[in-house]
């Protein structure tokens, strides 16, 4: 018999962009260390599908499934701090609702009934978030709503909820707020009226936070947070204050500290263990205590915001961590190599180089500026995805002397010409026309060649990473490339695509089609990571000697 499993809704107040993805998996890492088990739905209020075609700088990086979804940037954090392995539909958005709602209109199914956002969007909403339970049954199932309180397009989810709170018993529910409190620098205390009106909006809609997560910069004192309980009528046990760390991992235990895990248990009758934190804590510690620092150059164009690159970022983390070692990561503007080539020794203060995926042709010369330094200078280089493909148009202009080697991709709009297309759109792309969830996606399987630097790496011959991409390295040039040294170390299961590239000789000089930063978590870090790590920290000791 199915056990019966709980609802914990997390929604955020005062600003979007606070942390409610780490709240909520601190929630479930809090289940996780008592023996229960957890999942999780991201519901996302934007009319997009999904996030496939959304800028990396309004967005965030778009975070792929192995089952080929294009999906919300929160849906890392979750993995990277619960290890789960989810699906695309446990990412939510109105494109799909309504797309499923009006899909169902036109074939009938309503039998004449006028379709409107009460009950029939939210009716789908909620089949939604009950379908996860009928697969999955979790001790505990994790909803957070994307956005903030207030906005008009998040209030179809919200009245889903208020139903379904309605709909299951007391115990069987639970709704945590997270909320912002400044302290302005004028004054130098902690305002929670942000938060006061945050829960009064959220109560206008017929939901009664049960606990409030307060995010600032330090931890709030006890008069704040009796002033938080008093004036949003939860129990003062029930305020938590989650400040700015230095690392995010550190959230979890610094939760249950404060009594949060308890707290959840009894409030959802949930009969479980008793928290075991020591192996998360050792994991943490490396984190938050760490013995010395790598640098590591990034180059791409979506610098603006951290969020563009954050698999990235944690996958160097989690691959320095095992050393005791952080990462600190500069990221460079790659248009500023092509406007200055002096800016290129810059290189030399740093101990790796990575070019991540992207997309346009914008910023590529200095990226491919940035790999011909490092291979001729012996600097470690991972390249991921677009940094594959740009590595081997290196390789074909300056080994081969294919001056005008270059992508299919470039040549589209007619800003480039060339009669050497190195990398070629693959040929289930020549017909497609919507962009959307079109590009080859999702986990699949990769053979690696024994005797290689990758099966050194990986320790097998069979290994599974997560695409999303259009183009592969040119078939007519393979043999070329691998006469002239580049080794393909990895390929497709039919051995047509070219998966990994490596240049024997070299400290460390990798590329990968996959992108490996998805399959990385902290206490398992992605072997090319942790190759590209390695070879990093050993440069540094040899600069430093």
């Not at 709980?6 to 993805?21: A, D, E, L, N, P």
């Not at 379908?131 to 709503?145: G, H, M, Q, T």
């Not at 042709?361 to 991921?384: C, D, H, S, V, W």
Request: net charge neutral; hydrophobic share 35%; with cysteine.
């Amino acid at each position: 018999m199915s056990k019966k499993t709980k609802y914990i809704f997390v929604v955020g107040g005062v600003m979007s962009g606070i942390g409610k993805g780490i709240v909520a998996s601190s929630i479930g890492k809090n289940i996780q260390v008592r023996k229960g088990t957890v999942d999780l739905i991201k519901m996302d209020p934007y009319l997009n599908i999904d996030a496939g075609t959304m800028n990396p700088i309004q967005h965030g990086e778009v975070y792929v499934t192995d089952d080929g979804g294009e999906i919300d940037v929160d849906f890392g954090h979750y993995a990277r701090i619960l290890g789960l392995s989810m699906k695309k539909s446990q990412n939510i958005t109105t494109g799909k609702v309504y797309r499923e709602v009006i899909r169902k209109e036109r074939a009938g199914d309503f039998l004449g009934q006028t379709v409107q956002v009460i009950p029939h969007i939210v009716d789908e909403i909620k089949k939604r978030i009950r379908s996860i339970i009928d697969y999955k049954n979790p001790d505990a199932l994790l909803v957070e709503v994307g956005g903030t309180v207030g906005d008009i397009e998040s209030l179809p989810y919200l009245e889903a909820i208020r139903q379904i709170l309605m709909e299951e018993k007391e115990e069987d529910t639970l709704l945590v707020h997270t909320t912002y409190v400044p302290v302005p620098p004028h004054l130098g205390e902690p305002k929670t009226k942000p938060t006061q009106h945050s829960v009064k909006e959220l109560r206008s809609i017929g939901l009664n936070p049960d606990i409030i997560v307060c995010r600032s910069h330090d931890v709030l004192d006890e008069a704040t947070e009796r002033k938080v309980a008093l004036f949003c009528n939860v129990p003062q046990e029930a305020v938590f204050t989650l400040p700015d760390l230095r690392s995010v991992y550190s959230a979890p235990y610094l939760l249950d500290k404060e009594g949060f895990g308890d707290l959840i248990l009894r409030r959802l009758d949930l009969k479980l263990a008793k928290p075991d934190w020591k192996t998360w804590n050792e994991l943490t510690n490396r984190y938050e205590n760490p013995i010395a620092t790598i640098k590591i150059a990034m180059g791409g164009k979506y610098t603006q915001i951290i969020d563009s690159y954050i698999s990235v970022n944690e996958a160097l983390k989690h691959a320095a961590a095992i050393h005791k070692y952080t990462v600190q990561i500069d990221w460079i503007e790659t248009e500023d190599i092509e406007n200055d080539s002096l800016k290129i020794k810059v290189l030399e203060n740093y101990d790796g180089l990575i070019i991540p995926g992207g997309f346009g042709y914008r910023g590529t010369e200095g990226k491919i500026k940035m790999i011909q330094y490092a291979r001729e200078n012996n600097i470690p280089f991972l390249g991921l995805c677009f940094g594959f493909q740009l590595a081997t148009v290196e390789f074909a202009r300056h080994i081969l002397k294919l001056e005008d080697a270059t992508s299919y991709e470039f040549t589209m709009n007619s800003k480039v010409k060339s009669k050497n297309l190195v990398i070629d759109l693959l040929p289930e792309q020549k017909n497609v026309s919507d962009l959307g969830g079109t590009m080859n996606l999702g986990g699949q399987t990769v053979l690696v060649k024994e005797g290689t630097k990758t099966f050194e790496l990986y320790g097998a011959t069979t290994i599974r990473e997560r695409h999303r991409h259009r183009f592969e390295v040119n078939p007519s040039y393979i043999d070329k490339f691998e006469e002239n040294g580049l080794v393909f170390s990895g390929t497709s299961e039919d051995k047509r695509r070219m998966e990994i590239l490596e240049l024997p000789g070299h400290v460390f000089f990798h590329a990968s089609q996959f992108h490996p930063e998805f399959t990385s978590i902290p206490w398992s870090p992605n072997p090319l990571f942790k190759g590209f790590i390695d070879a990093a920290i050993e440069r540094m000791k040899l600069k430093k000697n």
